[in-house]
């Protein structure tokens, strides 16, 4: 399957969340679920229909805390406003700056697409549910490369926590499409 195809395949299915489509990136950290999602989101754009991106690092999601943090901010502030069909606002959380950015505006469009640990799980309102994993030491190898070495035990603690998470809620059963992260540059998608 191509990217196009998949934005294809996303606007068939009926909405999920009010008038949204919500296309749910899930998988663990550094299996490439951001990389999918921008290639996603532009491919969806190339197709004529915009789709906004919001990511679980938009929001306040600290190493030692539960990888569902960030749901409950992004119901209230993104998915119940979608859900009322109205516009959701957000300020995504730049972690450089340990700072807020400025309110934007999340309009009801046609495809919303929410990556990110936990973005799939059982009370997630996707439409479509995709699951992208690569081997752990490319995914350690990653996360260690884009945030610094420092975080070696930070990661190791936090992807135990988010594995517990995948068990319990039982999130890959439910994907869609099943994505290998160790290609997801590639213009032809793997998995299935």
């Not at 990136?25 to 906004?52: C, I, N, Q, R, Y």
């Amino acid at each position: 399957m191509t990217y196009p195809g998949l934005a294809t395949r996303l606007l068939a299915r009926p909405p999920s969340c009010g008038p949204v489509r919500v296309a749910a990136v899930d998988g663990p950290s550094g299996a490439g679920k951001s990389t999918f999602a921008t290639l996603l989101a532009a491919a969806l754009e190339d197709a004529g229909t915009p789709a906004p991106l919001v990511r679980s690092d938009d929001f306040r999601v600290p190493w030692d805390a539960d990888p569902l943090t960030w749901w409950a901010p992004l119901t209230e502030a993104v998915l119940a406003p979608l859900a009322a069909g109205r516009p959701g606002t957000l300020r995504r959380y730049d972690w450089h700056r340990d700072a807020y950015g400025p309110e934007e505006e999340i309009p009801p469009a046609p495809v919303l697409i929410v990556e990110g640990v936990g973005a799939a799980w059982r009370e997630s309102p996707a439409a479509y549910r995709i699951w992208i994993d690569a081997p752990r030491a490319l995914r350690r190898a990653r996360v260690l490369e884009r945030d610094g070495a420092e975080y070696a035990a930070a990661w190791d603690a936090w992807s135990a926590r988010e594995h517990r998470h995948f068990t319990a809620d039982g999130t890959l059963a439910r994907a869609d499409l099943r994505v290998d992260g160790a290609s997801v540059k590639a213009r032809v998608l793997t998995g299935g």
